[in-house]
């Protein structure tokens, strides 16, 4: 923590107060910064910051009169540097940021200044202390968690289902700078979906007590696999020079772009952290990492290209959507959220890594989206990730995508259709199979015929032939 006597008639102290507020935008994650009014009330501090810019930093008074002689102030502006262990490390004459950068260098990559403390706090918690019923799953205890373990079921599909026949004609109309960026984003899918299996397998699925969620994560599991799949799948259909594909698939070892977006994620598995912190991180893993990444796949089908790229990225994207809002279901269960500047920071440090990769390292211009856009874009989702976990927003970004929400609505709309269409020909199959047992010779003709058109798109023509059937092996 940084602490900043300060009084407001003090000429000097406004340009030391912002920059403060610069460090904290730096250095928020790891460290607090507060700003001390020592000749006024917390109304007197917070009009002192809002006049003169200061946000990110928090403000407060002298309640105790003898706490500055107690940290020997004398003059204004005073700084106190306290290490994370509670002790003054340096008083008065800090060197910013350098001391500050030499103090914070103890605390773990993936971690916070509340880390250790909150670890303390979760072993209480309902959620994860060791539970004897964790056993068993019924009765329910937390049905909004079975719920959405039954939804996710209900969603369920396999990487069969992806139809690539047309991708390969689109593939090759696609300009090289269109490849290239197709194949990024695929490369760092296929590496993305092992990093959130590593974490559910090893942390999430054992630390979590509670049988519903241990559901949803087993299930979900299952589905990251089938993601995994299906990216290797599109790698494998798009990339055919054996070298260049080696190269995509490890991509978390090849491609810069991709390696510092992995490397955000997999810092955030770190057990020194909270698991409060750990939850949020994934959540925006899955929330703001995978955002630009998928629309601009969605740019892609608005242009009518590769049809199956574009139907696994809606079937995938809805199943991340309902993975990230899970986290924030057991994030709101939690006894110990975290402090506000604590999550603002975590979800700045993912936007500032998805930003750099679709918008610099990966340009999206290369597919003819505006990089302004996509900025905003992502920012968008962010507010959107943090209103779901009960914070305040921090961009205030509409959406500058219209067409993303109404992609989406369809896209959903198409699978259940789907899904429905399937259904009632794998009932008219079974009807079908259950007549041969018993049908006449004479009905085998039909049979045979309906067996042979049941797959056709003409509905008009099944519903005539099934009726003809039917028809006959009543006679």
Known sequence: MVVDFFAPWCGVCPKAGQKLDQLALQHGDRCQFVLVCVDGGVDEARAFAEEHGISRCKVASVMDEDAPESYSVSGLPHHVLIAPDGTVARNYEVNLPEDLEQVTSSIPAGCSRISAQ??????????????????????????????????????????????????????????????????HILAFFAASDGIVLENLAGQFSTEVQIPEARAFYGFQMAMENIHSETYSLLIEQYVKDPEERDHVFNAINTMPAVMEKAAWAIQWMNKEASFAERIVAFAAVEGVLFSGSFCAIYWLKKRGLMPGLTFSNELISRDEGLHAEFACLLYSMLQNKLPEDVVHDLIRGAVDVERKFICEALSCDLIGMNSGLMTTYIEFVADRLLTALGHTKIYHASNPF??????????????????????????????????????????????????????????????????????????
Request: glycine fraction near 2%.
């Open 402 to 475: 219209d067409w993303m929400e109404l992609i989406s609505l369809q896209g959903k709309t198409n699978f259940f259709e789907k899904r429905v269409g399937e259904y009632q020909k794998a009932l008219i199959l079974q009807e079908l199979c259950h007549f041969m047992l018993v049908a006449s010779p004479r009905c085998l003709l039909f049979l045979s015929t309906y067996l042979f058109l049941i797959a056709s798109n003409d509905h008009r023509l099944n519903c005539w032939l099934a009726c003809k059937t039917r028809r006959a092996l009543i006679l």
């Open 118 to 183: 909150y670890k303390e706090l979760e072993k209480q918690d309902p959620l994860l202390k060791e539970n004897p019923r964790r056993w068993v799953m019924f009765p329910l205890q937390y049905p909004e968690v079975w719920e959405m373990y039954k939804k996710h079921e209900a969603s369920f599909w396999t990487a069969e289902e992806i139809d690539l026949a047309s991708d390969n004609k689109d593939w090759d109309t696609l300009s090289n700078d269109e490849q290239h960026f197709v194949k």
